[in-house]
């Protein structure tokens, strides 16, 4: 019988760093759709908050975390750009319209938020609506590139990405995020404000979960795939359990609990679209392992991620125990 030398056996017991690299992205993603994901629902909330002191407080609770969760996103991008270079390429050059409306929109997005406090009553309505209407491309737009890439990056013209499934991922996104933003705007505001964004809740928890039945229904056998897995099945029963449980938790008196039930039900849905896409980046099209860069670039990068993400996660960490109070 052979003998395997020392460093074949280290070499067994070490992770891929494809594999980590993958989940490493996926991670800066699920805490950009997670923590900027609740901005951008408490910005389309605006539309249902007409109030001039509603809308301070609701821009108030956000102004000091929006830019720290947009991190996320600048992470994800520039780790797919050095980590699976021929993914970028092709994602970029089959979604170049959505990706630069997207980034246009959190663009306005910001210059809304951050100038209306400094802006006359007039201009102040105006710069809300303009924040509306960017929250809601934003969220409608990042809903439709991934339901573009989970169907597969069409090569084809223009506004090939436009179909009834990217639509549709589109307006679970905003669903998503709004349900989001009003269990956030329930925590941080309480109130007659805390109670309408409950009941707000409510309607969005049922338009989200309708939405997501009806992408199953569209594309059975990738969620079919993920259900065939043992961690599938967790995720998706802990899933179903978190929507009979949040309308629950929203008529309760812990105001944080709908909040952190409605965080996990997106991290379980979330997980379980990567994995109906594992092993795949574009599905049928490019794997994970044929889009990775060389393994020098993987284990410079993964290094320098390995330093900046706990320092983003500290300091997402820290802001939001410094203000998780009341916002008066």
């Known amino acids: 019988m052979m003998m395997k030398s020392p460093g074949q056996k280290r070499s067994t017991t070490m992770p891929d760093p494809v594999n980590l690299s993958a989940g490493i992205i996926g ?24 109030d001039a002191d509603d809308r301070r407080r609701l821009a108030s609770s956000i102004l000091p975390v929006w830019d720290a969760n947009e991190t996320w996103l600048v ?20 979604l170049y319209l959505p990706l630069f409306a997207m980034l246009l929109a959190l663009i306005l997005r910001a210059v809304a938020l951050e100038y209306r406090d400094q802006a006359s009553p007039r201009a102040q309505r105006r710069l809300d609506t303009l924040f509306i209407c960017s929250s809601a491309l934003t ?9 573009s890439i989970f169907g597969g990056v069409a090569p084809g013209g223009t506004f090939s990405f436009f179909t009834l499934f990217t639509v549709l991922c589109g307006a679970a996104a905003m669903t998503g995020y709004l349900l989001m933003g009003c269990c956030w705007v329930r925590w941080r505001l309480q ?3 805390g109670r309408q964004a409950s009941l707000l809740a409510s309607l969005f928890l049922v338009a989200t979960l309708i939405l997501i039945l009806s992408l199953c229904l569209l594309m059975p056998g ?36 709908p909040l952190m039930a409605v965080l996990l039900l997106m991290t379980c849905l979330m997980l379980l679209a990567m994995m109906a896409l594992y092993p795949w980046l574009i599905p049928e099209t490019l794997s994970l392992k044929e889009a990775a860069s060389g393994p020098v670039t993987q284990q410079f990068v993964l290094t320098g991620l390995a330093i900046i993400i706990p320092m983003t996660v500290a300091y997402n960490s820290w802001a939001f125990w410094v203000l998780k109070g009341k916002v008066k």
Do not use: N
């Open 27 to 50: 991670f800066s993603l699920l805490m950009y759709v997670l923590l900027d994901g609740t901005d951008l629902g408490v910005g389309m909330l605006f539309a249902w908050f007409i």
């Open 75 to 94: 992470l994800a991008g520039g780790a797919m750009l050095a980590l699976f270079p021929a993914a970028y390429s092709q994602i970029l050059s089959g």
């Open 139 to 147: 969220a409608f737009l990042q809903g439709m590139l991934a339901g």
């Open 191 to 193: 109130g007659e404000t």
């Open 222 to 257: 990738r969620f079919l795939a993920a259900w065939s897995l043992l961690a599938g099945k967790l995720l998706l029963l802990t899933g179903l359990a978190l929507g009979v449980a949040i309308p629950c938790f929203l008529h309760g008196s812990r105001l944080l609990m």
